[in-house]
T-cell receptor
Framework: AQKVTQAQTEISVVEKEDVTLDCVYE???????LFWYKQPPSGELVFLIR??????QNEISGRYSWNFQKSTSSFNFTITASQVVDSAVYFC?????????FGTGTRLTVIP | IAGITQAPTSQILAAGRRMTLRCTQD?????MYWYRQDLGLGLRLIHY???????GKGEVPDGYSVSRANTDDFPLTLASAVPSQTSVYFC?????????????FGQGTRLTVV
């Protein structure tokens, strides 16, 4: 069965520091998709990125970047020059069997 | 822009009572899902529907039922609520089955069963 491990339960950084959120997944599917979602204090879930298993190119979107390494089953998320508005819980997820399997989330606190 | 609307936003419910959480989407997405979010456990799938008229069980379906009479609506019913069903419930939709497009989430319903 699919499984996502986000080993970092909570991270605190000072504003403008870079921070990397780790995600390790397990799946037996040969084709799958990986996601990152952000859950700010207001509670909604905000889609950040989707990556398919055949595309291992790293992606950058503004201050956000993602590093997908199939060999280590990891899909890590880096925020460069963090800001207070980045404070949230971040979830990594992998697809499988009509489902998105979520990790338990990493709570990021950016201290001004 | 509405997207996915859930109602109610929050509810306190007496144990043993029946409750239906409503979910409506206006994006004409085929697939819809119900998740529950519990501290330390992340989000877990309760039920899903890949298209109107069909439903399926997720990871934690016991105590819940769903229906999908049309494309837009996907209500979740607790037939007889128990305290362990205290949670935040999220409805989601995607254009096709999971993995082909991103899933959009509603704002959540915070349910407390006492």
């Amino acid at each position: 069965a699919q499984k996502v491990t986000q080993a970092q339960t909570e991270i605190s950084v000072v504003e403008k520091e870079d921070v990397t959120l780790d995600c390790v997944y397990e799946t037996r599917d040969t084709t799958y998709y990986l996601f990152w979602y952000k859950q700010p204090p207001s509670g909604e879930l905000v889609f950040l990125i989707r990556r398919n298993s055949f595309d291992e190119q790293n992606e950058i979107s503004g201050r956000y970047s993602w590093n997908f390494q199939k060999s280590t089953s990891s899909f890590n998320f880096t925020i460069t020059a963090s800001q207070v508005v980045d404070s949230a819980v971040y979830f990594c997820a992998v697809t499988g069997a009509n489902n998105l399997f979520f990790g338990t989330g990493t709570r990021l606190t950016v201290i001004p | 822009i509405a997207g996915i609307t859930q109602a109610p936003t929050s509810q306190i419910l007496a144990a043993g009572r029946r409750m239906t959480l409503r979910c409506t989407q206006d994006m004409r997405h085929n697939a819809m899902y119900w998740y529950r979010q519990d501290l330390g456990l992340g989000l877990r799938l309760i039920h899903y529907s890949n298209t109107a008229g069909t439903t399926g069980k997720g990871e934690v379906p016991d105590g819940y039922s769903v229906s999908r009479a049309n494309t837009d609506d996907f209500p979740l019913t607790l037939a007889s609520a128990v305290p362990s069903q205290t949670s935040v419930y999220f409805c989601a939709s995607s254009r096709t089955g999971t993995g082909l497009t991103e899933a959009f989430f509603g704002q959540g319903t915070r349910l407390t069963v006492v």
